[in-house]
């Protein structure tokens, strides 16, 4: 068994064992005073440093403010809290191809009133090979083109749609299913 | 490809008189594309610039004075639904100070401050997925939203696991308050057993005798691919 001694709640034996999990809630409107933005993660030996910025958009395109949008990759992570424009901008380190998967940042984006959990996408860039990428392969073009950057003269540009006909493709997996059982 | 059917939002029960919420305009609507785990898999390090010092988790001492407001100490055990114990979380809390005010630009709340408390902390799991915070117990306060709702003494908590994957926003409330049925985002829980789970117990074992009262708040995680500490 995987718990400690002493535990008050005891450690679930069986699945009609399994504890009630705890509710999630909205950020609220004040969460940037408890978790910290770090918008740069510092390039180390010959990681190439880039820029993402872009916006968050609701389904009439106006942007969404008081939304916490963070990368990770395996290098680290970045967090950033958008203001009345919508806008985030990160520097992070350009991720490497692996086996199966192209370069791309996994990015996450929960608004502070109105999300409970956060949505996730894959952030692709258009000067790499893509064609191989495992997870784009399953997808249909136009679920592929809401995940892929622009470049730019400073860096890279995603905007993420949370609804509407452009919705970015957002993505699950089975440990998030936990909770439909 | 299964449906992913988790609510984005909770619409708020009868009761309160807060406007219908537009999720067309502001939630995706279309399922999410269930991929399988092993092609999401990024365990970026909680540590680094975001790493706790060793007195964050003290929010009395954050200030040359003494808080204002009731001293009490907050801790607890984070584990999967599973009873598992989850290590290295980086807890994060935000709250309001004693009279029921957020040290943010965005608080309308016409009360004071407290020069002394600023209401944010954070920390680390141990290997028992244990965390423990000193702070001060915050005041209620009306809800921007909706004038008859009050939002109950809470406490705020961002969990962020090694992956992207595991990110966790709950709160604690505190037992006993009377406020808990006038507060919006209690109210939006519609499983009582779940409810309950947001709800902290008094724990005498965790006061400081004569400095702290002591409260107790386990968090389970559900719906997340949680990593349990030990195999």
């Not at chain 1, 490497?96 to 996994?106: E, F, K, N, S």
């Amino acid at each position: 068994m995987t718990t400690t001694a002493g535990d008050r709640d005891g450690a679930a034996t069986a699945s009609s064992d399994r504890l009630v999990p705890t509710p999630r809630t909205i950020l609220g409107p004040y969460f940037t005073l408890g978790m910290h933005v770090r918008p740069t993660l510092q390039p180390a030996g010959h990681q190439v440093p880039i820029t993402v910025s872009g916006r968050v958009l609701n389904a009439l395109g106006e942007p969404v403010m008081m939304t916490m949008v963070e990368t990770s990759q395996p290098e680290g992570w970045t967090r950033y809290f958008t203001g009345l424009d919508g806008a985030y901008v990160i520097t992070t380190v350009k991720p490497q191809a692996t086996p199966g998967r192209a370069p791309h940042l996994l990015l996450l984006v929960m608004s502070g009133n109105f999300m409970i959990r956060p949505a996730v996408t894959c952030l692709y860039f258009p000067d790499e090979d893509n064609d191989t990428d495992e997870l784009l392969q399953q997808l249909s073009p136009e679920q592929r083109a809401t995940m892929l950057a622009r470049r730019t003269d400073i860096g890279y540009e995603f905007d993420i749609h949370l609804a509407g006909d452009s919705e970015t493709t957002f993505l699950g997996w089975p440990g998030l299913l936990d909770d439909e059982e | 490809m299964r449906a992913y059917t988790e609510p984005w939002w909770v619409q708020l029960p009868e009761g309160f008189s807060t406007p219908e919420f537009d999720t067309e305009i502001w939630t995706p609507r279309k399922p999410l594309v269930i991929v399988p785990s092993r092609l999401i898999d990024s365990s970026a390090p909680v540590y680094g610039y975001g790493t706790p010092g060793p007195t964050d988790n003290d929010l009395l001492s954050q200030h040359d004075g003494v808080p204002m407001g009731e001293h009490i100490t907050v801790h607890g055990r984070v584990t999967d639904s599973w009873g598992r114990p989850v290590r290295d979380m980086l807890v994060e809390i935000w709250q309001a100070n004693a009279a029921g005010k957020y040290v943010h630009d965005h608080d309308p709340t016409p009360k004071p401050h407290d020069p002394h408390f600023t209401g944010a902390g954070r920390t680390l799991t141990n290997a028992h997925g244990e965390y423990t915070f000193k702070t001060i117990k915050p005041g209620a306060y009306p809800w921007w939203r909706d004038p008859e709702a009050w939002r109950a003494q809470h406490i705020h908590f961002g969990l962020t696991g090694r992956g992207l994957t595991e990110r966790y926003v709950t709160q604690m409330q505190f037992p006993g308050d009377p406020l808990l049925s006038r507060d919006p985002v209690v109210s939006t829980i519609p499983d009582a057993k779940a409810r309950e789970r947001l709800v902290a117990e008094l724990d005498w074992e965790a006061a400081i005798p004569g400095i702290t009262v002591g409260y107790r708040f386990d968090i389970v995680l559900g719906g997340v691919h949680a990593t349990p500490a030990e195999h």
